[in-house]
Nanobody, 131 residues
């Protein structure tokens, strides 16, 4: 089964920065909306950012102004730049691609998509922020 490849996680102190990367196969990368999710221990997975084929982005309120999602079409890669990290950002981070919901050609739906809206997800990369 095709997997997405996430990288860039690690351990940082509060206020630090990390950049996560997600490489997708070309045929998947061209299928519109891609998302970033995270899951902290004992909590449900939550959507935190999404980007569509046109470069449109959206974020959950808790990361707005601190996280930036971007894409490099030449490298089939989506990035999540995380600045001003807080201990509550500690989680396993996942990317997802191959948006399955019909009617959104290249676009993301209103609001943040759920993980189940995608056919493919990565294995995750751990981010740990210490105070």
């Amino acid at each position: 089964q095709v997997q997405l490849q996430e990288s860039g996680g690690g351990s940082v102190q509060s206020g630090g920065s990390l950049r996560l990367s997600c490489v997708a196969p070309r045929y998947v990368y061209s299928r519109g909306c891609m998302g970033w999710f995270r899951q902290a221990p004992g909590k449900e997975r939550e959507g935190i950012a999404a980007i569509d084929s046109y470069g449109g982005t959206k974020y959950v309120d808790s990361v707005k102004g601190r996280f930036t999602v971007s894409q490099d079409n030449a490298k089939n890669t989506v990035y999540l730049q995380m600045n001003s990290l807080k201990p509550e950002d500690t989680a396993m981070y996942y990317c997802a691609a191959d948006f399955r919901v019909p009617g959104y050609v290249g676009a993301c739906p209103p609001g943040l998509p759920s993980f189940a809206d995608f056919r493919l997800g990565g294995q995750g990369t751990q981010v740990t922020v210490s105070s």
